[in-house]
């Protein structure tokens, strides 16, 4: 079985928020889709150890803020790569309470939808939730960001929490050396540079200034390792 074959599998990128009395929390998934038309219902899959699955379980309701393709690393990296019992991921993103009272990200999105969830499935590690849209907007015309952008252009890496999560991700070589990100495993490769942090393509990682951090996770240069 060769578990690349799903990589075929097209996705986009979302910001999954919810919330819990008064706490508030979203994270990263590319697992949306649209169940039926009428009444307009989603579904998404969500990982039974995170936060904001917490959060769904309780309040019942989510919304799903649709990425664009120019969002930052860093942007995805604040939603992804942190948790929620850590840190605030909403305290530096702007954001609206929805009719459900979930926080809608509106930052880097294009359009976002909210949902009541009306069923949930529970799917060995993860939780697929069911939900019934209650809101929707488009807030920009724009490309959305899909997964096999974020991963193939942006470098962009994936939680082992992540449905779409597969243990195998060194695959390009170039002459100059890459460096892996040791927390989140982003891997730098000096032919793309950084254009997020302003490092120019064919910077060689030893040209980088020394305050510069993980596009995705914010780790600190010392933190990378030699591919
Ligand atoms: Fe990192």
Redesign the pocket.
């Given at each position: 079985m060769n578990l690349k074959a799903l990589h075929n599998c097209s996705y986009g990128l979302y910001v999954i928020s919810s919330t819990k009395g008064e706490r508030l929390n979203g994270q990263i998934a590319n697992t949306v889709f649209q169940v039926t038309s009428d009444p307009p219902t989603i579904a998404v899959s969500i990982n039974k150890q995170n936060l904001t699955h917490e959060f769904i379980n309780e309040s019942k309701a989510f919304a799903a803020a649709i990425l664009a393709q120019d969002t930052p690393l860093s942007f995805i990296g604040q939603f992804g790569f942190h948790s929620g019992r850590e840190t605030d991921k909403l305290k530096d993103v702007n954001y609206k309470l929805g009719e459900t009272k979930v926080p809608i990200v509106l930052d880097d999105t294009l359009a976002y939808l909210e949902a009541r969830v009306v069923n949930q499935l529970d799917i060995w590690t993860h939780t697929v939730f069911i939900g019934e849209l209650v809101g929707a907007e488009v807030l920009r015309e724009g490309e959305p960001m899909t997964y096999a952008y974020y991963r193939e252009i942006k470098r962009g890496t994936t939680p082992k929490t992540a449905p779409s999560y597969i243990e195998d991700r060194k695959e390009a070589k170039s002459e100059m050396a890459e460096y892996e990100?040791t927390?989140?495993g982003?891997i730098y490769d000096p032919k793309l540079g950084d254009p997020d942090g302003n490092i120019k393509p064919g910077t060689p990682f030893e040209a980088i200034p020394d305050d510069w951090v993980?596009p995705?996770?914010g780790?600190g240069k010392d933190q990378f390792q030699k591919v």
């Open positions: 990100c927390v989140c982003y993980c995705i996770c780790a």
